[in-house]
């Protein structure tokens, strides 16, 4: 399934400025304005997405800034989710993408979730042919970065 992937990450961004108008956060958007044809599964990569921007809500201050961003470079895609949030301690951060693993179980405990989300999400990115990995500074806040690979599809006439 081809789907466009900057008016997907633009629908994401906007359905969560809408869930969370209550807490006063600015959501940033730099998407390309034209399309980019990206061979996935668009209920999948919705599950991965909405993980990944509910996490920068859920650990970010209310009137702090979350920027969605996207860049292409030739046959790969790169995807930023940017917040301003408490951050993952460095030796933390290898582990956010295993299963049932939660920084600081007392703060997770309080904030709800099981700890799958971001297993969930390497799983179906890479199983996408992409991957997914973490900058962070603990009280400065963290990006997750998505790649995906997109190929032109000359058939669909897609991605010229
Ligand atoms: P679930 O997604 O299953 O509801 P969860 O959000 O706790 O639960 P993950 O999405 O897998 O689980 O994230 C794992 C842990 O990584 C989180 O519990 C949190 O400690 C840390 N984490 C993830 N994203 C962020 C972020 N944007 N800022 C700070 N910490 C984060
Ligand atoms: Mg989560």
Known sequence: EFVDISAHLRHIAERF????????IDFVKNIPEHAVYVS????????VFDNIVSNAVKYSPDGGIISVQMFTRSQVVDIEITDQGVGIPKES???????????DKARARNLGGSGLGLAIA??????????????????KGTTISVTLPYTVNEKAGVNE
Do not use: C, P
């Open 17 to 24: 400025e809408m869930l969370t108008k209550d807490r006063n």
């Open 40 to 47: 996935m599964d668009k209920d999948k990569m919705t599950q």
């Open 93 to 103: 951060q290898e582990k956010i993408f295993d299963r049932f693993y939660r920084v």
């Open 122 to 139: 390497k799983e179906l990115v890479q199983a996408h042919g992409g991957d997914i990995t973490v900058d962070s500074e603990w009280k």
